[in-house]
């Protein structure tokens, strides 16, 4: 039995960064997971989204004017550069990397470790920074704001629980 007047020598991890850590971890599970597809097999997702294409263009095209399913044409073809065969394998490739990163900064997080906090940021830096490179253009652009967004509140949560790492 333990002397319930001793210390507890083992750190407590709080909720939060519980919380934060079993975000992490599921969220970049389901991205690597998802990246999967574009590093192997490249092939079936140009198809699919092909097939997804002419479903919306033929779906548009009964309720839509003519000029406005042009503007919707251009903005297909703009995003056709995400998914050619090298483009798919590359951002596949570096998007696993990025989630293998993150899941081991958040273990360590987990197990109260500093160094996954700097996993964790490099990972994410990974992540920013790879559609940028990749795609380039507005589309890239897009991509790596939004993920520049996401990336900054997570950090910023995991900040905040840097007094617990050791």
């Given at each position: 039995?333990?002397?319930?007047?001793?210390?507890?020598?083992?750190?407590?991890?709080?909720?939060?960064?519980?919380?934060?850590?079993?975000l992490?971890?599921?969220?970049?599970?389901?991205k690597?997971?998802?990246?999967?597809?574009?590093?192997?097999?490249?092939?079936k997702?140009?198809?699919?989204?092909?097939?997804?294409?002419?479903?919306?263009?033929?779906?548009?095209?009964?309720?839509?004017?003519?000029?406005?399913?042009?503007?919707?044409?251009?903005?297909?073809?703009?995003?056709?550069?995400?998914?050619?065969?090298?483009?798919?394998?590359?951002?596949?490739?570096?998007?696993?990397?990025?989630?293998?990163?993150?899941?081991?900064?958040?273990?360590?997080?987990?197990?109260?470790?500093?160094?996954?906090f700097?996993?964790?940021?490099?990972?994410?830096?990974?992540?920013?920074?790879?559609?940028?490179?990749?795609?380039?253009?507005?589309?890239?652009?897009?991509?790596?704001?939004?993920?520049?967004?996401?990336?900054?509140?997570?950090?910023?949560?995991?900040?905040?629980?840097?007094?617990?790492?050791?």
């Amino acid at each position: 039995m333990q002397n319930p007047f001793e210390e507890n020598q083992t750190p407590i991890r709080p909720t939060f960064l519980t919380v934060l850590c079993i975000l992490t971890l599921t969220w970049n599970a389901y991205k690597f997971y998802g990246a999967i597809p574009n590093t192997f097999t490249p092939e079936k997702v140009m198809e699919s989204k092909e097939q997804a294409n002419e479903m919306i263009t033929e779906m548009l095209s009964k309720y839509m004017k003519e000029e406005d399913l042009e503007k919707v044409e251009e903005s297909q073809a703009e995003t056709a550069k995400m998914f050619e065969k090298d483009n798919l394998v590359l951002s596949g490739g570096i998007s696993l990397i990025s989630s293998l990163l993150l899941i081991l900064g958040a273990i360590w997080m987990w197990g109260l470790r500093k160094k996954g906090f700097w996993v964790y940021l490099a990972g994410n830096a990974v992540g920013v920074l790879a559609p940028i490179i990749i795609f380039g253009g507005q589309i890239g652009w897009s991509i790596g704001i939004m993920s520049f967004i996401a990336s900054a509140i997570f950090v910023g949560l995991y900040t905040l629980n840097l007094k617990y790492l050791s």
